[in-house]
């Protein structure tokens, strides 16, 4: 089984920043992609952004050139650096990951870290 820890969550004002963590740990093969998605209340659950083993990223419209996200493929933690906070990135922070065993992928979600943006 795979477990993630998330932190890094928490109460900033508008304009502010805050970075998240993820560490992934567990059985597998191989990680393909990690990642964060949020969800806000009464919103479903959206990509936030992507990093694939090789360092390729993808971003939400809504966040692109605002927040960062990273890996570091020797302790298996992904981050996100989120800057210029708008109240509407308030949400929940989820990290997922992919991971391959016997050929096979499994994904596994974090339980979730709150954002909130005051204005």
């Known amino acids: 089984q795979v477990q993630l820890v998330e932190s890094g969550g928490g109460l900033v004002q508008a304009g502010g920043s805050l970075r998240l963590s993820c560490a992934a740990s567990?059985?597998?093969?191989?990680?393909?992609?990690m990642g964060w998605y949020r969800q806000a209340p009464g919103k479903q659950r959206e990509l936030v952004a992507t990093i694939t083993t090789g360092g390729s990223t993808d971003y939400a419209d809504s966040v692109k050139g605002r927040f960062t996200i990273s890996r570091d493929n020797a302790e298996n933690t992904v981050y996100l650096q989120m800057n210029s906070l708008k109240p509407e990135d308030t949400a929940d922070y989820y990290c997922?990951?992919?991971?391959?065993?016997?050929?096979?992928?499994?994904?596994?979600w974090g339980r979730g870290t709150q954002v909130t943006v005051s204005s």
């Open positions: 997922k990951i992919e991971v391959v065993r016997i050929r096979l992928i499994y994904v596994y």
């Open positions: 567990g059985s597998w093969a191989s990680i393909n992609a």
